[in-house]
């Protein structure tokens, strides 16, 4: 059976709203007098998009940041978003003593009154938004050299060899994660989901509140002529579980898929939890194409994680998703990638697309029927 894996954001839906939430995270963190505090008198509650919108130009400087880490094959917004709040936690780190700094790296002490203390501790410091780009600059691609080249920077930064920090699913990564969760998510959901206890009670949460990025009707009627033509279709995702499960009920998209063959970051963070010495497992890494593929089943995670090399037939296996974190996935598996041009860059990632050997590159998901069907 042929088969049609499917990515979901900047493919079915708009990235924005992530992205946002990803820039209110890492502000947050900043300003807000519940962490750092480096500018109390911003007010969190009840933004308007347009405060939004500048607050994303500010953190990810009008962009460029996430398409660097885009193109430098970042597909996770919780990785993005850390990178991100990591050089300019590294930044302030840097206006502290030596016995102030050994108490703030203590990986094992680490929560919120460590941002506090921070905050207390530092005093006239202008951040230097464009900070994360100049780091970036030397960076090779792939996710594990970006957590490497972090790490690096840190201990040079900080003149320290105290780095746990800054590695992936350290406690500063996890916290950055619950608090764009329950941005996302919003405050009741979030404590529902993640059985944690919520930060605040004004975050209502962005989930029931996605762009579509081609009529819903357009994508169900393709969705069902594909199964009627006989494929197999899948996701394949870096969103969590419940920020795909719950967008595709409220589109009504959700029952076309097997449950089996829905793999999230979720999912990813599980295997890495059971390999650590695998990870990272998220793309470019091909673990979730190959556990959607082939099922999720929790016994086979290790073999999907290994021995991934042309593991498909070229004619049998297409991987259809807006980034090079997609394609490079695809090519490592040995499937033909189809590129939609509706992700962070549009039509701006045709080249690029191109320049890595994508064999199909269209402008929207809708017209991948003229190659399938």
Known sequence: MKSVLFDVDGVFLSEER???????????????????????????????????????????????????????????????????????????????????????????????????????????VTLDFSAPLTFLDGVGSGKDNIYKSLVTYASERLKTSETALFELKSAFWTFAQEIYQEWYLGYKLFEEVEKKPN?????NG????EVVLRPITEIKTLLEDLKKAGYHIAIATGRPRTETIVPFETLGIKSLFDENHIVTASEVLIAEDQYPDLKPLGKPNPFSYLATLEGNDLDQYKHYATNQENRVNKDDV????????????????????IGPLTGLKGQNAREELESYGAEYIVDHVGEIRDILL
């Not at 094959?73 to 850390?82: I, T």
């Not at 695809?330 to 990638?337: D, E, H, L, V, Y």
Request: with cysteine.
């Open 18 to 124: 992530c992205f946002d939430v990803s820039a209110l995270t890492v502000y947050e963190l900043l300003m807000s007098k519940e962490y750092i505090g480096l500018d109390p008198s911003v007010q969190f509650e009840g933004l308007t998009d347009s405060q939004i919108t500048e607050i994303r130009d500010i953190v990810f400087h009008n962009d460029e940041i996430l398409t660097k880490l885009k193109s430098l094959g970042l597909n996770s917004n919780w990785d993005m978003l850390f990178i991100v709040a990591a050089i300019h936690f590294i930044q302030l780190c840097q206006e502290l003593t030596t016995e102030q700094l050994s108490e703030v790296l203590k990986e094992n002490q680490f929560n919120q009154n460590t941002f506090q203390f921070i905050g207390e501790n530092v005093s006239k």
């Open 199 to 203: 930060r605040s009670n004004f975050k």
């Open 206 to 209: 962005y989930i029931y509140n």
């Open 318 to 337: 297409f991987v259809v998703g807006d980034s090079l974190a997609d394609l490079l996935s695809s090519k490592k598996i040995g499937a033909t990638f």
